[in-house]
């Protein structure tokens, strides 16, 4: 069993936050353990939570066909998000909520250890990327953390609710590709 297996093991079983009491299963995570690039969600929704799996949903679906854009799929990148369990009625996930999943997720950015990770969505980039990050200014941007390549794009969700989103994060993936080409 690999250490990140181990770490899906302890999680499975987490009872952080409260959370906990309404999940119907823990979302750890999903792709390749060596892989290069990581992306990062908010928290599980409904379906997610049904399946056990990040981004099952329609916006799964949407995030499958980003990928497809620049050339990559669920085998070649890790998929994730800053809490493991669903929060209740898909609301944003409250600050002790995070806090309390964070070691979760940093442990599965050390061992995975991405050149790459992709914040999907504003909470995402709040947290990884700096508290007062604007997703409607920002998203695209490279930043730097820990020795990795950070950017935030929108969530798959946000542009299922508004289209007029789709050509600027069409863009933001090209530089997501055009990174990975330089590793």
């Not at 949903?57 to 050339?71: A, F, H, S, V, W």
């Not at 695209?140 to 600027?168: C, I, S, T």
Request: hydrophobic letters at 35%; charged letters at 35%.
């Amino acid at each position: 069993m690999t250490e990140l297996e181990k770490l899906r093991e302890s999680c499975l079983g987490c009872e952080r936050c409260e959370l906990c009491r309404t999940r119907t299963n823990v979302v750890f995570g999903v792709g390749p353990e060596d892989a290069d690039v990581m992306f990062i969600g908010e928290g599980p929704g409904e379906h997610e939570d049904l399946q056990g799996e990040p981004f099952v949903g329609r916006g799964g679906k949407l995030l499958d066909d980003m990928l497809e854009l620049i050339d990559l799929d669920r085998s070649k990148v890790y998929i994730a998000n800053m809490v493991k369990c669903r929060p209740p009625k898909n609301r944003d996930p409250l600050p002790s909520e995070q806090e309390a999943c964070e070691p979760w997720l940093e442990r599965q950015i050390e061992l995975i250890e991405p050149k790459v990770i992709v914040c999907l969505g504003r909470i995402a980039a709040m947290r990884f990327i700096k508290p007062d990050f604007k997703i409607t200014r920002e998203h695209g941007q490279w930043f730097e953390r820990d020795g990795r390549r950070v950017m935030a794009l929108y969530h798959p969700a946000a542009l299922l609710r508004d289209p007029n989103k789709r050509p600027d994060t069409f863009e933001d993936l090209k530089r997501i590709q055009a990174a990975i080409k330089e590793i």
